[in-house]
C-alpha cells in the first residue's frame, strides 16, 4: 500500500507520458521549447491568473516572489504557523525576519484575527516594518481570502498565496493560484500536481512583474538575454521532461483526479464523522485535499492509532509535528503576542492517511477499519 500511489498513476497516463518523454529525447531542446510554452499557457488558464513562470520548484518560486517584492533586511513577512519551513526560509535568507501568525481551529489556514493582532504587534515594536504576507492554502484547503486581503490592503502589505498543496482547490468560485498579487506552486511529486523531480511555479496578472520575475529566474537577464544580465538573480528553470510529464496530469487532475480526491475524502468522511475530528472545508469552497488530516482526542490516542496502522503496515504521516515557530532554525526569532493555541493543539493532535485519486475503495476500507480498531 502507497501513502501516495504514483506508480498507479503513471499505469493510467503512462501513452501519453512516455510519448511526450520521448518527443523531448527526439528535440534534445531539453531547456526552454513547446512543451515549457504550452505548460506555462495552460497553467495561466488553469489557475485564471495571466501570467505564468515555471521553475525549479517551489521554494525557488517563493524566493523569486519576495526578490521581485523587494523584500530583506528590516522587513517583517507574516506567515501561518503550521506550514512547510519552504513558505518563510527563503525570505529568511534574504535577510527578512519570519512573523508567525495562529491559524483558524478549523480549517487549520492562516488566522486573519491573529494576522491582524501580529501586525499592529511589529508596529508598535517599531524594529521592523510590515512588508508582505505569505498565506499557505495548508493540506489543499484554502485560505478565507475575504477575511485576509482586507487586513493585508489596511496595512499595505503584499499578499503572497503559496499554493503548494492547493493547486486545483478552489475558494469561492476561484481556483487558488488567483490569490494575491503573487502566488506560487510546487509541483513536487507528492503534491496534487506533481512532476517528476522538483518543478515550481509563478502566477501573476501584472505585466512589469512577469518580465521582473522571468529575469530573476535566468540570471537576472535583461532585454538582450542572459548574457546582458541587469540584476541579481537565480537559476531556477523548470526542465522540458518535466513540462512533458505535467501536462498530462493537468489534463487528468481536471477530468477526473479532483473529483474522485473528493470522493476518497467523503468516504473517509463518513467513516471517521463523530469519532475524530474529520477536515472542514467551508461553504462554496473546494479542497485539493493535498492530506487528508485528521484530528485525534490527543495526543496519547494518536500514538495509538499510528502504532496500530504501522503495526497492520498501512502508511501514515504527521503534517505537521511541530508548528514554525517552535522549529530549531527559528529559535531566534521574536515571536510577538501570540500563543499559537490552535497552532499547538493542530500539531499535537494530527494524522494524515493514505490520500490520493487512485485509491481503490476495498484498500480504503482496510485503512478505515485499522483505525477504527485502533479507537
Known amino acids: 500500500?502507497?501513502?501516495?500511489?504514483?506508480?498507479?498513476?503513471?499505469?493510467?497516463?503512462?501513452?501519453e507520458i512516455d510519448s511526450n518523454i520521448r518527443d523531448v529525447l527526439d528535440t534534445a531542446q531539453y531547456i526552454g521549447g513547446p512543451f515549457i510554452r504550452e505548460l506555462e499557457e495552460r497553467l495561466?488558464?488553469?489557475?485564471?491568473?495571466?501570467?505564468?513562470?515555471?521553475?525549479?520548484?517551489?521554494?525557488?518560486?517563493?524566493?523569486?516572489?519576495?526578490?521581485?517584492?523587494?523584500?530583506?533586511?528590516?522587513?517583517a513577512v507574516f506567515c501561518s504557523d503550521v506550514t512547510f519551513v519552504a513558505s518563510t526560509e527563503p525570505a529568511y535568507m534574504l535577510g527578512a525576519t519570519p512573523v508567525f501568525c495562529d491559524i483558524e481551529p478549523d480549517t487549520y489556514n492562516l488566522?486573519?484575527?491573529?494576522?491582524?493582532?501580529?501586525?499592529?504587534?511589529?508596529?508598535?515594536?517599531?524594529?521592523?516594518?510590515?512588508?508582505?504576507?505569505?498565506?499557505?492554502?495548508?493540506?489543499?484547503?484554502?485560505?478565507?481570502?475575504?477575511?485576509i486581503l482586507p487586513v493585508c490592503e489596511k496595512y499595505g502589505l503584499s499578499l503572497i498565496e503559496d499554493a503548494a498543496q492547493s493547486f486545483g482547490?478552489?475558494?469561492r468560485g476561484k481556483r487558488c493560484g488567483s490569490f494575491g498579487v503573487i502566488s506560487t506552486t510546487s509541483f513536487f511529486p507528492a503534491k496534487p500536481l506533481g512532476c517528476y523531480g522538483d518543478g515550481g511555479a509563478i502566477f501573476v496578472d501584472d505585466d512589469a512583474l512577469d518580465g521582473l520575475l522571468r529575469s530573476l529566474c535566468v540570471h537576472?537577464?535583461?532585454?538582450?538575454?542572459?548574457?546582458?544580465?541587469?540584476?541579481?538573480?537565480?537559476?531556477?528553470?523548470?526542465?522540458?521532461?518535466?513540462?512533458?510529464?505535467?501536462?498530462?496530469?493537468?489534463?487528468?487532475?481536471?477530468?477526473?483526479?479532483?473529483?474522485?480526491?473528493?470522493?476518497v475524502a467523503d468516504r473517509y468522511g463518513a467513516a471517521f464523522a463523530g469519532r475524530?475530528?474529520?477536515?472542514?472545508?467551508?461553504?462554496?469552497?473546494?479542497?485539493?485535499?493535498?492530506?487528508?488530516?485528521?484530528?485525534?482526542?490527543?495526543?496519547?490516542?494518536?500514538?495509538?492509532?499510528?502504532?496500530?496502522l504501522s503495526e497492520k503496515q498501512i502508511?501514515?504521516?504527521i503534517y505537521y509535528p511541530a508548528p514554525q515557530h517552535a522549529l530549531p532554525v527559528f529559535r531566534d526569532v521574536p515571536q510577538y503576542r501570540e500563543d499559537f493555541r490552535s497552532a499547538d493543539d493542530c500539531c499535537a493532535r494530527c494524522f494524515s492517511l493514505p490520500m490520493h485519486p487512485y485509491l481503490e475503495e476495498e484498500t480504503q476500507e482496510q485503512i478505515i477499519r485499522t483505525v477504527l480498531e485502533a479507537l
Open 315 to 317: 502508511p501514515h504521516m
Open 1 to 15: 500500500m502507497q501513502f501516495i500511489d504514483l506508480q498507479a498513476q503513471y499505469r493510467a497516463l503512462k501513452t
Open 220 to 263: 537576472g537577464k535583461g532585454p538582450g538575454g542572459k548574457y546582458g544580465n541587469i540584476r541579481v538573480g537565480m537559476n531556477s528553470r523548470l526542465d522540458a521532461i518535466q513540462a512533458a510529464v505535467l501536462l498530462p496530469k493537468l489534463r487528468a487532475l481536471e477530468e477526473y483526479e479532483l473529483r474522485v480526491r473528493q470522493t
Open 44 to 75: 495561466a488558464a488553469f489557475a485564471g491568473r495571466r501570467y505564468c513562470i515555471t521553475c525549479a520548484n517551489g521554494t525557488d518560486a517563493l524566493q523569486a516572489a519576495f526578490m521581485a517584492l523587494g523584500i530583506g533586511a528590516g522587513d
Open 111 to 147: 488566522s486573519a484575527a491573529s494576522l491582524a493582532r501580529q501586525i499592529e504587534a511589529v508596529l508598535a515594536e517599531g524594529r521592523l516594518t510590515p512588508k508582505a504576507v505569505v498565506a499557505p492554502d495548508i493540506f489543499g484547503n484554502p485560505c478565507d481570502y475575504d477575511a
Open 276 to 308: 475524530l475530528v474529520t477536515p472542514f472545508v467551508a461553504e462554496n469552497c473546494i479542497s485539493a485535499y493535498a492530506q487528508y488530516v485528521l484530528l485525534a482526542e490527543d495526543s496519547a490516542q494518536r500514538a495509538r492509532i499510528l502504532a496500530h
Open 169 to 171: 482547490a478552489s475558494y
